[in-house]
């Protein structure tokens, strides 16, 4: 009998996503991959530190009951690696206890070609041109991004965010922003603002998220004392009169939302130093430079809002932190290496 990964929500993790690979990366980057392998090697046994990804990754999959039926959560490792460079990661999967049994190795190659076969709704990775490869290809990537933010482990409670448009939405609302201004945007959602608008790169991961929600809901209503350990927010420039069509695609999908912030022009980092999601995801780069740093974030490269050149200054002073600090993000002028991650 095959194992029902349709029946899944399956998130798939680059090792840059879920680790801190800094300190192996510049080894590769300075000495090679000679050098790199025996490093590894070497630490085989040394357990990595957790990533970018690490809170959503460990959250999500504590939401599995311990019945074999009651497992709606599955993460796949897809590493760039070959097995041998990836042992150690591996092990550190094994040493914070991670139930994580399935990876894909490949050995230089772009993991994502691979997201269909393991259903995943959603890819993280450190590598940004790995991320812009899949999302131009349609898939549902993101490139996670450096952050300082320190998980508080006492609480349970999983937060996610997302930004409507480029995201859970298509873009179709934002190209006439971009093409025709204020006015003829808002103009535009008050006539349609009875019609639904078409999904958005991560939509079926957002559909999947808003179902095993309803799991934990349909928890609470079972047993009252129980509490539930999923909370979502969307967190979009839109206001009225633009709001309303949000409300409809929402409804149009059978959805609710815990929290919904309509911010028209306020800086988005305000509300995600209060909501401390463990993810927000986001198209565009300049919502995600000062919020980076408080919260994990994820930069969905879609859509108008990242067509060449769009977003290349701020790109570019993130990524510039991120090579100061020497965390898992990758400039778009470099090629990807045969077999690092985090490049």
Not at 42 to 53: F, I, K, M, T
Not at 113 to 136: C, H, K, P
Not at 170 to 178: N, Q, Y
Request: hydrophobic letters at 45%; charged letters at 25%; proline letters at 6%.
């Amino acid at each position: 009998m095959s194992y029902p990964i349709e029946q899944k929500l399956v998130i798939a993790v680059a090792s840059s996503a879920l680790f801190d690979l800094s300190t192996s990366d510049k080894v590769f980057r300075e000495s090679g991959e000679a050098m790199y392998r025996q490093y590894q090697r070497e630490h085989a046994n040394e357990h990595l530190e957790p990533g970018v990804a690490f809170p959503l990754v460990q959250r999500l999959l504590a939401l599995n009951g311990t019945d074999s039926d009651d497992q709606p959560v599955e993460v796949i490792l897809l590493s760039r690696n070959d097995p041998d460079t990836g042992l150690r990661v591996i092990k550190s999967i094994e040493s914070f206890s991670l139930p994580i049994s399935r990876a894909a190795f490949v050995k230089g190659r772009s993991p994502f070609r691979y997201l269909e076969a393991f259903n995943a709704s959603l890819f993280l990775s450190g590598n940004q041109e790995d991320v812009r490869m899949a999302v131009a290809r349609g898939a549902p990537a993101g490139q996670v991004l450096p952050t300082d933010f320190v998980d508080d482990w006492t609480e349970s409670e999983l937060r996610i965010a997302f930004d409507f448009d480029g995201i859970i939405a298509d873009d179709s609302a934002e190209a006439v922003f971009k093409s025709n201004g204020l006015a003829a945007f808002l103009a535009a959602e008050a006539e349609a603002a009875a019609v639904p608008i078409p999904g958005g790169p991560l939509a079926k991961f957002f559909k999947e998220i808003a179902r095993l929600q309803q799991r934990e809901i349909s928890k609470r209503i079972a047993d009252p004392e129980y509490e539930p350990r999923l909370r979502i927010a969307i967190i979009t420039a839109r206001n009225a009169p633009a709001h309303e069509r949000v409300v409809t695609t929402l409804r149009g999908w059978g959805i609710q939302i815990d929290e919904v912030f309509f911010l028209g022009g306020i800086d988005k980092a305000r509300i995600l130093k209060e909501f401390r999601p463990h993810i927000f995801f986001e198209d565009q780069l300049n919502h995600l430079e000062s919020a980076s740093r408080l919260v994990p974030c994820v930069h969905v490269p879609f859509g108008v809002a990242n067509l060449p050149s769009a977003n290349d200054a701020v790109s570019e002073a993130i990524n510039e932190d991120a090579r100061r600090q020497r965390k898992p993000v990758t400039p778009a002028v470099t090629e990807a290496p045969a077999d690092a991650d985090s490049q």
